[in-house]
T-cell receptor, first 111, second 115 residues
């Protein structure tokens, strides 16, 4: 079993749709959690950190459930430019350190 | 450009040859990471440094792989006696010291092809 598991998709949605991605992690001692975005043939870039209280950045909302070891990302009003692979990331340290990545969920937003 | 840079961007080599990659982190960052990524998978942790100290090395990393960061600035990753299974994108990332930011900034990667 992988340490961080994601539904690989692909998710194909029309513009304006709401889409949700899920992620589970196996190590209960994990300290910090993130979503990264990776465009085709590009490097990963931080989308947002994930906190137990939930956090929102514009159309993006992330949630963490430590008891269930579950992380989610919700994208509202999808744009064509949201098409990418979304990587769930878990760290054992509070501040950066070794990151364990999921294999990513691919999103394609269509006109 | 003040981002993370990697050199070379592409490397094609024959099985059994040695290769070395270089990573220059963002200058204010004292942590530097190496990851490997193959098609359809997320980046896989290889090793990381805080300044010149190598703090952790993946158990998956065979003894053919070695990384250095001699002066706490740039880093090199060497693969000896390359195998076809080493073909992958090798990503370098850097981050601020603990307490400042969680974000890891990635370079564009070095794509290795072993024939």
């Amino acid at each position: 079993r992988k340490e961080v598991e994601q539904d690989p998709g692909p998710f194909n949605v029309p513009e304006g749709a709401t889409v949700a991605f899920n992620c589970t992690y196996s190590n209960s001692a994990s300290q910090s959690f993130f979503w990264y975005r990776q465009d085709c043939r590009k490097e990963p870039k931080l989308l947002m950190s994930v906190y137990s209280s939930g956090n929102e950045d514009g159309r993006f909302t992330a949630q963490l459930n430590r008891a269930s070891q579950y992380i989610s990302l919700l994208i509202r009003d999808s744009k064509l430019s949201d098409s990418a692979t979304y990587l769930c990331v878990v760290n054992m340290e509070e501040w950066a350190g070794k990151s364990t990545f999921g294999d990513g969920t691919t999103l394609t937003v269509k006109p | 450009d003040t981002g993370v840079s990697q050199d070379p961007r592409h490397k094609i080599t024959k099985r059994g040859q040695n290769v070395t990659f270089r990573c220059d982190p963002i200058s204010e960052h004292n942590r530097l990471y190496w990851y490997r990524q193959t098609l359809g998978q997320g980046p896989e942790f290889l090793t990381y440094f805080q300044n010149e100290a190598q703090l952790e090395k993946s158990r998956l990393l065979s003894d053919r792989f070695s990384a250095e960061r001699p002066k706490g600035s740039f880093s090199t990753l060497e693969i000896q006696r390359t195998e076809q299974g080493d073909s992958a994108m090798y990503l370098c990332a850097s981050s601020f010291p603990p307490g400042q930011s969680n974000e890891q900034f990635f370079g564009p990667g070095t794509r290795l092809t072993v024939l």
